[in-house]
């Protein structure tokens, strides 16, 4: 099974800074790779697709990148609402696989 | 409007079987892979299995394969998953999902598994 890595665990943020979450795969995924947000008590809502195309709906400050075994989330401008659990997950070869998370609190 | 609504989650005993539903709304679900995924109390994710559009082929987890089935009735919108021999490690919250590629558009509200004696 492709084992991803999120860091850091938890990120604590203030409002308005650019941030980056990063997500490390064990085997090349290429660019199978996908982000959500879960927002407490809600269910996961997908941010990116193809580690960096944007999703219908998702604020522009929201931005993926990478391949192969690196892939990197950002967010421009970190606002209240983004204080959430983020997930990659890679849609690259069964089972797909989930990262543990990286949540966002507040500094 | 996409919607998943799943039922049938509830307090179970180990070794007991139960059966959850996932009604889908507003699109055409004979044409889309569905998905179950849980998520156990301490957050972490896992998919457990997918069917295809007209039920003829699925796929599982390997450690979930043998006590979990995956099966829909595209008549009347639905996707089931049928759980056996649940253990308390299957305490959860489990969402249907529409697949597209390899990942995840719509998630349903989820419904919570709890086994316990």
């Keep these: 099974d492709v084992v991803l890595t999120q860091s850091p665990a938890t990120l604590s943020v203030t409002p308005g800074e650019r941030i980056s979450l990063s997500c490390r795969a064990s085997e090349s995924v290429d660019t199978y790779l996908h982000w959500y947000q879960q927002k407490p008590n809600e269910s996961p809502r997908l941010l990116i697709k193809y580690a960096s195309q944007s999703i219908s709906g998702i604020p522009s400050r929201f931005s993926g990148s990478g391949s192969g075994t690196d892939f990197t ?34 500094k | 409007e996409v ?47 997918d069917i ?30 049928q759980m056996s021999n649940v253990r308390s490690e299957d305490t959860a919250t489990y969402y249907c999902t529409r697949r597209r590629g390899g990942w995840f558009a719509y998630w349903g509200q989820g419904t919570l598994v709890t086994v316990s004696s």
Excluded at chain 1, 78 to 98: A, H, K, M, R, W
């Design chain 1, 73 to 106: 989330l950002s967010i421009n401008g970190v606002e209240l609402e983004d204080l959430s659990i983020y997930y990659c997950q890679q849609g690259n070869s069964l089972p797909y696989t989930f990262g543990a998370g990286t949540k966002l609190e507040l």
């Design chain 2, 3 to 49: 919607q998943l609504v799943e039922s049938g989650g509830g307090l179970v005993q180990p070794g007991a079987s139960l059966k959850l539903s996932c009604v889908a709304s507003g699109f055409t679900f004979s044409d889309y892979w569905m998905s179950w995924v849980r998520q156990t109390p301490g957050k972490t994710m896992e998919w457990i299995g």
């Design chain 2, 52 to 81: 295809k559009y007209d039920g003829s082929y699925t796929n599982y987890a390997p450690s979930l394969k043998n006590r979990f089935t995956i099966s829909r009735d595209n008549a009347k919108s639905t996707l089931y998953l």
